[in-house]
């Protein structure tokens, strides 16, 4: 591909912007209309361009359902970590901290909250991989958590294994949220998240 110009982009600019342009179109199609229900016509429509320069983005849906996946993980980690880094140095503070902000940034905007818990599982394999990948980074954040160390000796518990269970918890909740006719409001998630956490940590 060459760098010249055309209407003051270069090539290489005019591939990020339909790259940006196929990304959005599919942020809100694969959670309007679901993952297995947009075709690729539907995607060029939407972010206005041509068949064929969808594959000059992507190789498949799958890729582009991929790499939307991935940066909405990227953007609920970043703010999850910066929650809990912020919040006041007790372990009861820091996890509440982040359960409360990891449900209010995903159910701020609604598409998220259906990618990130409903259509990751639509999407079937091609997500297997980064999906393990997000649950471990969410969990790094929790294992870390020096509060939690009397968890790691405590006989036959698995620290990574309590984690995930409540990590489980919380889609379960936001499942419900976003299938809902009438969804629960977004404090009762956060404050039934928070009383799991604490009761899964006395115990």
């Excluded at 993952?35 to 594959?55: Q, W």
């Excluded at 991929?66 to 940066?71: H, K, P, T």
């Excluded at 990227?74 to 982040?98: C, M, N, Q, Y």
């Excluded at 902000?101 to 991989?129: K, Q, S």
């Amino acid at each position: 591909m060459n760098g010249r110009s055309y209407r003051g982009m270069t090539a290489e600019e005019r591939l990020a912007e339909r790259r940006e342009r196929l990304i959005s179109a599919a942020y809100t199609l694969y959670a309007e209309l679901g993952f297995p229900d947009t075709t690729i016509e539907k995607l060029c429509t939407v972010a206005r361009i041509s068949n064929r320069a969808f594959y000059e983005c992507f190789d498949s849906r799958d890729e582009l359902m991929l790499v939307v996946y991935d940066r909405c993980v990227r953007e609920t980690l970043a703010a999850v970590a910066k929650a809990v880094d912020e919040a006041p140095a007790t372990l009861g503070g820091r996890i509440e901290a982040g359960i409360s902000e990891y449900v209010r940034f995903v159910t701020a905007d609604r598409r998220r909250a259906r990618i990130l818990h409903l259509e990751v599982r639509r999407a079937g394999d091609c997500l297997t991989v980064s999906r393990q990948e997000a649950v471990a980074g969410f969990c790094r954040i929790l294992e870390t958590e020096p509060g939690l160390s009397g968890l790691r000796g405590a006989g036959r518990i698995d620290l990574r294994l309590v984690v995930l269970g409540m990590l489980g918890a919380i889609q379960e909740l936001l499942i419900e949220w976003t299938l809902a006719a009438e969804p629960p409001p977004v404090e009762r998630l956060i404050d039934t998240a928070v009383h799991i956490f604490r009761r899964t940590l006395a115990a």
